[in-house]
């Protein structure tokens, strides 16, 4: 590359002075559009200066006359949305969750909420919309272990099913194999004889069998009929509906090792209107009573 500032022969423009192998570099001037183009960013950029936030100090940087800040603007809008929360906070707090029920716009707003907290909280167990998983019971059902009025689950949330709050609701079924309370012998006929409580035992043999054990070890809890009490919290053996499971095996399993499904406390967890608000979500999903 040499430098040598000369006329280009064909164009008759000065060249550059920059040369590579024989290719050398026009000197014309910046088209003019471009240069004010140019130009006009550099005094939109004094004038973005002037207004908005640009230079950083030490500790600080220039505000402009402006004064923009997007994070006052979301300070501010935290600010707002947490006062229309508290004042609903208060009103669902205060509320009980019938009288939430009775208002349709505080209806409204705690089925929002509800639904949010049960996101958050409930889903992992219970599932999305509340759907439910092996032993983790439906809550969009009729179908209910402890109550399906407002009140009842209100309780069951507050205290929670076989939790660590003093008054948590409690009832545990034996574990009948492991703790060498019934024979495995005897233990396969009992699982004949709840098949045979929702018509699907071929074992009449078995049943029969086991009908003085089913009134000696279970009628307490699940009821001489099969079909639950609710102060236990047991389900109803005869409908087809299973909270861990229906075939034989699984029902050996259940009464050989029990289950004792554990649903935390929640009061202490969440707050008083995010309770209410998840009372009156659950309540609506379906199975309300
Ligand atoms: C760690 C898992 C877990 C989480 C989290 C959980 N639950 Fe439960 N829940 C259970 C289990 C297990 C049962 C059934 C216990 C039993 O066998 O009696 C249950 C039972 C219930 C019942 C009683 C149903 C009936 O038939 O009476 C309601 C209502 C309920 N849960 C609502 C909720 C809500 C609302 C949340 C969120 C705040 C929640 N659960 C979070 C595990 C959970
Ligand atoms: C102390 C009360 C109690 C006694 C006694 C009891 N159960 Fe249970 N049983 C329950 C509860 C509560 C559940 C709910 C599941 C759990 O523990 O999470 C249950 C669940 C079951 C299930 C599972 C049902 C399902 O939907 O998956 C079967 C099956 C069952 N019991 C059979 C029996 C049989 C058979 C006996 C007698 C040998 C018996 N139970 C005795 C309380 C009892």
Partial sequence: MSKNREKD???????????WDGIRELDNPLPRWWLYIFYATVVWSIGYWVVMPAWPLVNDYTR??????????????IASLKEGRSALG???AKATPQEIEADPEL???????????FGDNCATCHGGGGGGNVGYPNLNDDIWLWGGTLDDIRHTLKVGIRSTHP???????????????????????????????????TDAEAVARAAP????????????D?????????????????????????????????????????????????INALAVYVHSLGGGE
């Fill in 9 to 19: 022969d064909v164009s008759g423009v000065e060249t550059t002075g920059h040369e």
């Fill in 64 to 77: 402009g006359v402006l004064g923009h800040s997007q994070r006052l603007d979301v300070d501010a809008a």
């Fill in 90 to 92: 208060e009103k669902l």
């Fill in 107 to 117: 209806q409204q707003a705690a089925l929002a909420w509800g639904r949010s907290a």
């Fill in 167 to 201: 008054e948590t609701r409690l009832s545990a079924m034996p574990a009948y194999g492991r703790d060498e309370l019934l024979e495995p012998g005897q233990i396969r006929d009992l699982a004949e004889y709840v098949l045979n409580l929702s018509g699907k035992s």
């Fill in 213 to 224: 054990l089913f009134v000696d070890n279970c009628a307490a809890c699940h009821g001489e």
């Fill in 226 to 274: 099969g079909k639950g009490l609710r102060e236990f919290g047991s389900p109803n053996l005869t409908d087809a509906d299973w909270l861990y499971g229906g075939d034989k095996d699984t029902i050996i399993e259940t009464i050989t090792n029990a289950r004792n499904g554990v649903m935390p406390t929640w009061e202490g967890r969440l707050d008083a209107p995010t």
